[in-house]
């Protein structure tokens, strides 16, 4: 029950979606934990429940709502307790969410904490004015996410981001070098820089800089290690960007480039802004610019209308790239969207889990046979964890390592020979004795 003395009072987070939801929710616990209160272990154990929803895809709105109706007994059970739903779930208007769930107390669109913050004020009778004014994460992870630009400007006919997010605003880059320096300082090694379409930044700030300026500022940062971003649009991926990143030593050679669909007629009516061909064209001039890049991209299946020779020509985009990452996902569609408004989705379930397929089968293949050259290289690896006894990180190229040593290695850079590989994942062994630092 939440009373005038704050120490004993918990909060758990449940997240759902996208790294701009993972980094919604680290800022929000930093600002619950500057109010005093601790994280719960789980739902049950705290007396402020907060669910980050995504709705881009059926399947996870879905999950939402599951673990909102189970919410409800715990709601019951303790009147006093708090629950928030934030997030993509949450329009302009929650009349019907309120309907929907009577028993949320707060209802929050992405990155407006206010709501929850003023009830806790009035809960805890304490005055929460300037909590929200620094949400970099109290406890950070060696590799941490970084919001710079939120909301998205494109309206794919596709996609409920722009509707739920809002339109494109950028911080100042000022502001996040300030809080890539507080981030270091707290024990982060490496940082991604975030945004629905992260390669726009700066086109709404006076002086209009970019994200090659931006990458130029980050870099500068004493103890900073490595530097990514996501997630890119072809439209903005500009050729003073790829050369930043061929140029700035911290900055990861690994670009998501999402292409979402090979043939031009659907890319038209997606309203994507660019044709195959122009894709195809930009990868060229990146891999020309950047040798060792690793390529990441996201692909739509079954929108509608795609014939199976336009998915063909999707399976072909992927098979001639050979990217090293393809997340592929069933085409939903969402209320709200161009595409739920104007278009009837009218491919099979059957159909689209068999375009799935198909493109999952190719990409382990395409994957398994780039990943086996690399046995024998040495790679630099930050360390970022454990998993079942072994350390694992990350290469530069984004390639999941593992490996055994007695040390502790949390946060070191290390050189690993890659002894033995396959399509998710390398596994390898430190070079010498102790753990040496690794340099680009």
């Known amino acids: 029950m939440l009373e005038d003395q704050v120490d004993s009072h918990r909060y758990y987070i449940w997240t759902i979606g996208c790294q701009m939801n993972k980094a919604d929710s680290e800022r929000l616990s930093s600002a619950l934990e500057g109010l005093g209160l601790e994280e719960a272990a789980a739902p049950g154990e705290a007396d402020v429940i907060v669910l980050n929803s995504c709705v881009v895809r059926q399947s996870a709105?879905?999950?939402?709502?599951?673990?909102?109706?189970?919410?409800?007994?715990?709601?019951?059970?303790?009147?006093?307790?708090?629950?928030?739903?934030?997030?993509?779930?949450?329009?302009?208007?929650?009349?019907?969410?309120?309907?929907?769930?009577?028993?949320?107390?707060?209802f929050m669109r992405p990155q407006q904490y206010e709501p929850l913050i003023d009830l806790l004020g009035e809960r805890l009778g304490i005055d929460v004015e300037g909590c929200l004014s620094n949400l970099a994460p109290v406890k950070p992870?060696?590799?941490?996410?970084?919001?710079?630009?939120?909301?998205?400007?494109?309206?794919?006919?596709?996609?409920?981001?722009?509707?739920?997010?809002?339109?494109?605003?950028?911080?100042?880059?000022?502001?996040?070098?300030?809080?890539?320096?507080?981030?270091?300082?707290?024990?982060?090694?490496?940082?991604t820089l975030l945004g629905q379409t992260v390669d726009a930044y700066g086109q709404d700030l006076p002086d209009k800089p970019d994200l090659a300026d931006l990458l130029?500022?980050?870099?500068?940062?004493?103890?900073?290690?490595?530097?990514?971003?996501?997630?890119?649009?072809?439209?903005?991926?500009?050729?003073?960007?790829?050369?930043?990143?061929?140029?700035?030593?911290?900055?990861?050679?690994?670009?998501?480039?999402?292409?979402?669909?090979?043939?031009?007629?659907?890319?038209?009516?997606?309203?994507?802004?660019?044709t195959s061909d122009d894709y195809r064209r930009l990868v060229d001039r990146i891999r020309a610019t950047v040798p060792d890049v690793s390529m990441g991209t996201d692909v739509i299946v079954g929108f509608p209308g795609e014939t199976d020779v336009q998915f063909q020509a999707s399976l072909n985009l992927i098979r001639d790239i050979k990217f090293d990452k393809v997340h592929v996902a069933a085409y939903s569609t969402r209320p709200g969207t161009i595409a739920h408004r104007k278009m009837k989705d009218d491919i099979p379930s059957e159909d689209k889990k068999a375009r799935v397929q198909a493109i999952e089968q190719l990409q382990e293949s395409t994957v398994t046979?780039?990943?086996?050259?690399?046995?024998?290289?040495?790679?630099?690896?930050?360390?970022?964890?454990?998993?079942?006894?072994?350390?694992?990180?990350?290469?530069?190229?984004?390639k999941l390592v593992f490996f055994s040593h007695e040390a502790d290695a949390l946060g070191e850079l290390v050189d690993?020979?890659?002894?033995?590989?396959?399509?998710?994942?390398?596994?390898?062994?430190?070079?010498e004795k102790g753990l040496s630092v690794a340099t680009r």
């Not at 050259?373 to 072994?390: K, S, T």
């Open 61 to 106: 709105e879905d999950k939402v709502v599951g673990m909102m109706t189970s919410l409800k007994p715990l709601k019951q059970g303790n009147p006093q307790r708090i629950v928030a739903l934030m997030g993509c779930m949450v329009g302009p208007k929650s009349g019907d969410l309120q309907k929907r769930f009577p028993y949320v107390d707060v």
């Open 141 to 191: 992870q060696i590799s941490t996410y970084l919001p710079i630009i939120h909301g998205c400007d494109e309206f794919c006919s596709f996609c409920i981001i722009p509707y739920r997010r809002g339109r494109q605003v950028s911080r100042s880059i000022e502001d996040i070098v300030r809080e890539v320096d507080l981030l270091v300082h707290r024990g982060v090694k490496e940082i």
């Open 216 to 274: 130029t500022e980050v870099h500068s940062v004493e103890g900073l290690r490595r530097i990514r971003f996501l997630t890119s649009h072809p439209k903005y991926m500009s050729d003073r960007i790829i050369k930043a990143v061929g140029d700035l030593p911290k900055v990861c050679e690994h670009i998501n480039l999402p292409f979402q669909a090979g043939d031009d007629e659907i890319l038209q009516i997606m309203r994507r802004g660019y």
């Open 369 to 398: 046979n780039t990943n086996a050259e690399l046995a024998g290289q040495v790679m630099d690896v930050l360390v970022e964890g454990r998993n079942r006894g072994q350390w694992q990180g990350r290469t530069r190229s984004n």
């Open 416 to 431: 690993v020979r890659i002894e033995k590989t396959g399509p998710w994942s390398l596994q390898g062994v430190v070079l």
